[in-house]
């Protein structure tokens, strides 16, 4: 039987329809008020001005607005942190994106910690990752949360299955664990120094690609009939894990691209409108 794919995109873009609706009627109740979802962009890096115009681009295709921060690459720590504690008091922004990474002199988690809780829809504060880790209401780290949504959606069972995340980044493979844990399957951490990496990889009944190194997990290290999620993606549209081979023995994946990564723009998305009705009490 042919292996299911987990389809992110056809996933965020019916996710969208609901999310046009959700502004409309928002905008009813509030007298015309739209979410809007600042992006902050330290420098001219192409890859993260290219980001910054997808989440633009997918604010428009709702209905909600974006207002684009965009600051020098010589900005300072406490430049940015004054920038974003501007937006922290402007009412009428409900989330907060600071495009990483930031330039090597700033302190990004110092920026990062910033960001009004509140607004936090990219899931980066220390406080909401120490929120969503004890269950606590919080907005997810957006790659994380949106594999979540992912597996959500076409029903993959977590409960009492064997979880293992290679990765370890505070954005994408600390977070995955935790909500993994809090679904309740049993999840080891790994990363590009665990000692016998692949027998620990054979024993997933779910392996998580968040390492950031293309096609490091090899096709033979993982078991038959295992969930494959691959969150990389690098040049000639590879992932973290050996696609290619990888998913002739698993029973469900998420293709590259098109898998992940629709979902990761698309759950800031949607916890930025999350943020607006919370907000408005709508």
């Given at each position: 039987m042919p292996a299911?794919?987990?389809?992110?995109?056809?996933?965020?873009?019916?996710?969208?329809?609901?999310?046009?609706?959700?502004?409309?009627?928002?905008?009813?109740?509030?007298?015309?008020?739209?979410?809007?979802?600042?992006?902050?962009?330290v420098g001219s890096?192409?890859?993260?001005?290219?980001?910054?115009?997808?989440?633009g681009n997918?604010?428009?295709?709702?209905?909600?607005e974006s207002l684009k921060v965009i600051l020098p690459e010589q900005t300072t720590t406490d430049e940015l942190v004054l920038e974003i504690q501007k937006l922290n008091q402007?009412?009428?922004?409900?989330?907060i994106l600071l495009q990483h990474p930031v330039p090597a002199q700033i302190d990004e988690r110092a920026c990062f910690d910033a960001i009004a809780i509140e607004k936090d829809v990219d899931g980066v504060t220390s406080l909401g990752f120490g929120r969503m880790s004890l269950g606590e209401p919080a907005y997810g780290s957006a790659t994380p949360a949106g594999i979540m949504r992912l597996l959500k959606h076409y029903n993959?069972?977590?409960t009492g299955k064997h979880a293992v995340v290679v990765g370890r980044s505070p954005i994408l493979g600390k977070p995955m664990a935790m909500m993994l844990l809090?679904?309740?399957?049993?999840?080891?951490?790994?990363?590009s120094r665990t000692v016998e990496l692949p027998s620990l990889v054979k024993?997933?009944?779910?392996?998580?690609g968040a390492v950031g190194i293309p096609e490091f997990i090899r096709a033979d290290w993982i078991k038959p009939g295992a969930v494959i999620i691959d969150a990389g993606y690098h040049p000639g549209k590879v992932g973290d894990i050996d696609l290619a081979a990888a998913k002739e023995k698993a029973c469900a994946y998420t293709p590259v691209p098109g898998g992940v990564g629709p979902m990761t723009i698309n759950t800031l998305i949607y916890q930025t409108v999350a943020a607006a009705e919370k907000k408005y009490s709508i």
């Open positions: 299911l794919i987990l389809d992110g995109t056809a996933l965020a873009q019916s996710t969208e329809k609901e999310l046009s609706f959700r502004v409309e009627q928002l905008k009813l109740k509030t007298n015309q008020r739209s979410p809007i979802l600042a992006t902050i962009l890096d192409p890859s993260s001005s290219t980001y910054v115009n997808m989440k997918a604010c428009k295709r709702i209905g909600m402007n009412a009428d922004v409900h989330g993959i069972e977590l809090n679904a309740n399957a049993t999840v080891t951490i790994c990363h024993q997933a009944d779910i392996i998580v």
